[in-house]
């Protein structure tokens, strides 16, 4: 009787160890009880979210160039420059640089390839618009100074608009600086970015187009590829630029 018992725990010791060189989880594991097999990537499930929430905001934006193309204005821009690039990536968790580069990767993986710098430019803010919303809320953890409170989150400051805005930009290789300055309205500290198109520079203040209006809006416009006159008119004293386009093109 012992050595029929004995027999049979062998057998089951060989029948778990056959499973688990097969790749099924042991009886009574986490994964067993879920049904489920663990998952090869820890962070597959952090980067097929991201691409599931940016898919909204990536559909709505290439209709708008749809809507409103700008093909006449040319392709060429100079290449993303490595010294503006967003410092703040190594302060993510893993799982927040995974959502992140995910979220970056398909949102640039879609953007038309013929289309103008000017479009590239707008499609991007556009997603960028879309995701994000200003945070007007005093929150410890600054994520909201970072493209992963933007993209991830939804919320922004205006450094978080502009932080974004470089880290999709050196994923397009699309020229991107950042420029710091003040808000003539309020003296408080502000910032947007300097692009480049192919007869000039000009600015971009995301977090202004964000509050003036729809994507589609002409108030959204305002504030979009904007020359050092118009951008004069309502920001003060600022370090960067200048921006050398003279070309007014929202209609």
């Not at 209709?63 to 006449?72: F, Q, T, V, Y």
């Not at 002409?218 to 960067?240: I, L, N, P, S, Y």
Request: glycine fraction near 10%; proline fraction near 5%.
């Amino acid at each position: 009787m012992r050595g029929r018992a004995l027999a049979l725990i062998l057998a089951a010791a060989l029948c778990l160890s056959a499973c688990s060189a097969a790749g099924e989880p042991p009886a009574g594991s986490p994964a067993a009880a879920s049904g489920a097999p663990e998952s090869a990537d820890p962070l597959g499930e952090a980067r097929e979210r991201a691409r599931r929430d940016m898919a909204g905001a990536v559909e709505r934006a290439l209709s708008a160039l749809d809507g409103h193309p700008r093909g006449d204005l040319g392709g060429e821009t100079e290449p993303f420059d490595p010294a503006d690039a967003w410092e703040g990536y190594a302060d993510l968790t893993e799982e927040q640089r995974a959502y992140l580069d995910a979220a970056a990767d398909y949102i640039v993986e879609n953007m038309p390839a013929e289309a103008s710098a000017y479009d590239k430019y707008r499609y991007l803010a556009c997603v960028l618009s879309l995701r994000a919303d200003y945070d007007y809320e005093v929150r410890e953890d600054r994520l909201s100074e970072t493209p992963y409170g933007a993209l991830a989150e939804g919320r922004a400051v205006c450094f978080g608009y502009v932080y974004t805005m470089q880290f999709l930009c050196e994923r397009a290789d699309l020229y991107c600086s950042a420029v710091e300055g003040v808000a003539a309205w309020n003296g408080e500290d502000h910032g947007w970015n300097l692009a480049m198109l192919p007869e000039g520079s000009y600015y971009m203040d995301i977090t202004w187009c964000d509050q003036y209006g729809d994507i589609e809006s002409r108030g959204w416009g305002e504030m979009f590829m904007v020359t050092e006159g118009r951008m004069a008119q309502d920001h003060g004293d600022w370090d960067g630029g200048p921006a050398t386009g003279t070309v007014e093109y929202w209609p």
